[in-house]
């Protein structure tokens, strides 16, 4: 079985917003609808675990999943104090006897493209962890904390990570667990494995698969959205 977190416990504060970003009515209906509907659609994915805030857990049943109507089965799951708390409940949530691969998603990243979903998780079968993410274009600059540059990097090796990130659901567990036990906190899920000697695997994403954390981000995705609408008149 194939399973899905959703992540989007965060409180979205970047946005200045009185509403949660995730919640953020966008072209019609909520951001997080969006992404829902992205993950229902892909024939691999077997079942969702939509984590949010505790308190919010009414609110998202009755007003994002219900109108959604959508056709896979959605456990709604409590966050916790930070995404990787938040990502760690999802796990736990997971049937370990018949949950093989979990495929890690940002809640608020709503132009995922459905076959880079099931690219990454064919490649977690294959070698346990795959991510998706855009080689670098820009000049990568390392920088002090007094504001001056220590150096340039050589960007030919530098991507920028996205979601989803797949992998093997004992992979993924383990490493969570390790982390916690640790103490140490990730920017992201695949760090977490890459501290336990395993390799992760990175496919070529798309530019547009943005994660929307401020209103210029909203504007852009607005745009983005319009194409696509157009590109399938």
């Excluded at 953020?24 to 229902?40: A, C, E, V, Y």
């Excluded at 540059?149 to 030919?156: F, M, N, P, V, Y």
């Excluded at 395993?198 to 995705?221: E, F, M, P, S, W």
Aim: hydrophobic share 40%; net charge neutral.
């Amino acid at each position: 079985m194939v399973s899905a977190i959703i992540v989007a416990a965060g409180k979205g504060i970047r946005m200045n917003n009185a509403v949660r970003k995730q919640y953020i009515s966008f072209m019609g209906r909520p951001l997080l609808g969006h992404t829902l509907l992205l993950f229902d659609a892909c024939r691999m994915i077997d079942k969702i675990h939509l984590v949010i805030p505790g308190e919010d857990e009414d609110f998202c049943r009755k007003k994002i999943i219900g109108p959604l109507d959508l056709v896979k089965e959605v456990s709604v799951i409590h966050g916790g104090n930070e995404r990787q708390d938040s990502v760690y409940n999802g796990i736990m949530s997971l049937d370990e006897k018949t949950c093989s691969i979990v495929v890690i998603h940002d809640g608020v990243r709503l132009f995922v493209r459905n076959e880079h979903i099931e690219a990454c998780i064919l490649n977690a079968q294959k070698s346990g962890a795959c991510i998706l993410g855009v080689p670098a274009v820009d000049t990568i600059k390392k920088v002090n904390e007094t504001g001056y540059i220590d150096k340039t990097l050589a960007r030919d090796n530098i991507w920028f990570a996205q979601t989803p990130q797949a992998f093997q659901y004992p992979l993924i567990k383990k490493a969570h667990e390790v982390a916690r036990e640790e103490g140490l906190s990730g920017t992201d899920d695949s760090y977490l494995v890459e501290r336990l000697g395993k390799k992760v695997k990175i496919i070529n994403g798309d530019r547009n698969n943005i994660k929307i954390t401020d209103k210029q981000d909203l504007i852009l995705a607005e745009a983005l959205l319009k194409r696509q609408h157009l590109d399938f008149c």
